[in-house]
């Protein structure tokens, strides 16, 4: 019987990616009117091809890319970038269809929920409360709190945890397979591969999990049919 649900955030809850780029291009454009010569397209290409080396919840990313094309850090087009940066990715971040209506039921159903994520502590529950969920959720955890990212055991038990759930009772929602299906599958939790926010590539039927959601609204559903309802 299913009792609680650990979710990722970043592209299961909200499409991450698409807020991302929206931001590197409301970025580059601001850089380039404070006086960054460079072709628009190639610079936003190598911004997100440096994300994706440094991992995209960098903070100093566009430190590094003015390194890497100035040779330093010109303070005024540093600051622009931030500005054009922070304005879009607050214009566009928002939830995928449905997800508000799922944690509403969900909770109705007596489920427990918690974020599990890779991401900063603080930047994860700026996104939750900038997005109204934080009243859904019993915590967030990160490798903060346990020392680990997914898919090491440590951030999962530390989950099950704070939801007072074993492994049986405990549903895993997630967009990445190598971290989210397989840290989850390693201690005999049920996972679901949020299949709609995959940006890995990854075949339908190859994410090693239980269940492949093409909407998040099949997630209560999934989960009666585990509790027999």
């Not at 931001?23 to 911004?47: F, P, Q, R, S, Y």
């Not at 934080?134 to 990160?142: G, P, S, Y």
């Amino acid at each position: 019987m299913i009792r609680g649900v650990i979710f990722d955030i970043d592209n299961t809850l909200t499409d991450f990616m698409r807020t991302k780029r929206a931001a590197v291009d409301a970025a580059v454009e601001m850089m380039i009117d404070a006086g960054l010569e460079a072709d628009k397209e190639t610079m936003k290409e190598k911004i997100m091809d440096l994300y994706f080396a440094e991992g995209v919840e960098d903070q100093r990313i566009f430190d590094k890319i003015l390194k890497k094309e100035l040779g330093r850090i010109d303070m005024r087009i540093l600051a622009a970038g931030i500005v054009g940066y922070r304005r879009a990715k607050h214009g566009t971040f928002a939830l995928y269809p449905h997800v508000s209506p799922v944690l509403f039921e969900l909770r109705k159903m007596g489920i427990k929920m918690i974020v599990l994520s890779d991401a900063p502590k603080l930047e994860v529950w700026l996104r939750i409360v900038g997005l109204g969920l934080h009243h859904h959720f019993e915590d967030i955890i990160t490798s903060e709190d346990s020392g680990a990212r997914k898919p090491d055991p440590r951030p999962f038990r530390a989950a099950m945890k704070v939801l007072g759930t074993t492994p049986a009772e405990t549903l895993m929602v997630g967009d990445w397979p190598e971290r989210d299906i397989v840290g989850a599958k390693k201690l005999g939790i049920k996972a679901a591969w949020a299949k709609y926010g995959d940006t890995f590539g990854t075949e339908p039927g190859k994410s090693g999990a239980d269940y492949e959601l093409d909407d998040i609204g099949q997630l209560p559903g999934i989960i009666r049919k585990e509790n027999g309802c």
